[in-house]
């Protein structure tokens, strides 16, 4: 899993069934000092999560499946999980 | 799921079983403002009509297999549906 | 899944015995622009792929996704041999034509 922000949503009609009536989100991921990263995804969103919201995406396939509860046999990877309140990073070195 | 522009297409007669009938497109991939990022590479189209120029959104590794009838197959994107509208006000403007 | 063309084989007496039967093939990346890339991989073959042809590759647990790498240590698999590549309307790529 890793943090990420919610920058957008993407709207598709023409999709594979089982992103049918899913909430697509576009996230962007974040370092540990929460700053943007060149890295992003398109997630489903499992927690209601807004643009702008800090959030914890999944992205392993068949842990997905089972948080979306889709069966084995969805094409997913990447979901929002949560929406953080806070982190707390121990400085070391 | 990452973008990607549909920019080509891939035939071919032999292929591993299981993959009759299923389309294979080029596709270039997009950061997340939808600019080209890194060398293009072969999805397979689980939408079944996504056609040239299209902006798609494509999963990849195992679970791309996921998205055809036949899903023990080695395939590792799939092209997964066709992008309307994007609203991304947090992104930064394009210089 | 990615182009590459054959541009080898690789022969190995002694090897991890999940691999015996199997065809293992090096390859290096083949370009649009008609062009090798630079480095090289080995894959196993699961389409009877020859010397010379530009074939379809994938990666990652998706490789074991044939009945000949099913629990197989395999990461790279040549699922397609290709016939043609067309990009923006152009013919990039033709079996047979150099």
């Known amino acids: 899993m890793y943090l990420a922000r919610v920058v957008g949503n993407v709207v598709a009609t023409i999709k594979h069934p089982f992103y049918e009536g899913r909430k697509l989100m576009l996230v962007q991921r974040l370092d540990l000092d929460h700053k943007p990263t060149s890295t992003y995804d398109v997630a489903v969103d499992d927690v209601q999560a807004g643009v702008g919201d800090f959030v914890l995406v999944f992205d392993e396939g068949t842990g997905a499946r089972q948080i979306l509860q889709a069966g084995n046999t969805a094409p997913v990877r990447a979901v929002i999980v949560g929406i953080v309140d806070e982190t707390d990073i121990c400085e070391s070195s | ?95 | 899944m990615q182009l590459a063309q054959v541009v080898g084989t690789v022969v190995a007496t002694q090897k991890s015995q999940r691999l015996d039967g199997l065809k293992m093939l090096i390859l290096r990346p083949f370009g649009l622009d008609g062009k090798l890339g630079s480095g090289y991989l080995v894959a196993l073959d699961s389409v009877g792929a020859g010397l010379g042809e530009v074939v379809l590759y994938c990666t990652g647990s998706s490789a074991r996704q044939t009945e000949a790498t099913k629990d197989r240590p395999a990461d790279a698999v040549i699922m397609a041999i290709v016939d043609t590549v067309e990009v923006g309307g152009d013919v990039k790529y033709q079996k047979g034509k150099t």
Do not use: C, N
């Not at chain 2, 689980?46 to 120029?53: D, H, K, S, Y």
């Not at chain 2, 395939?75 to 006000?89: C, E, N, Q, T, Y």
């Open chain 2, 1 to 95: 799921m990452k973008f990607a522009w549909v920019i080509g297409t891939l035939v071919s007669t032999r292929k591993a079983e299981g993959l009759e009938g299923v389309k294979f497109l080029i596709v270039q991939p997009l950061d997340e403002r939808r600019l080209p990022s890194g060398e293009p590479y072969v999805a397979v189209d689980a939408t079944r009509q996504a056609g040239l120029g299209e902006l798609v959104f494509v999963v990849a590794s195992r679970e791309a297999a996921l998205s055809l009838d036949e899903s023990f197959v080695p395939v590792d994107a799939a092209i997964v549906g066709i992008v309307d509208d994007v609203h991304a006000p947090l992104l930064p403007e394009e210089e």
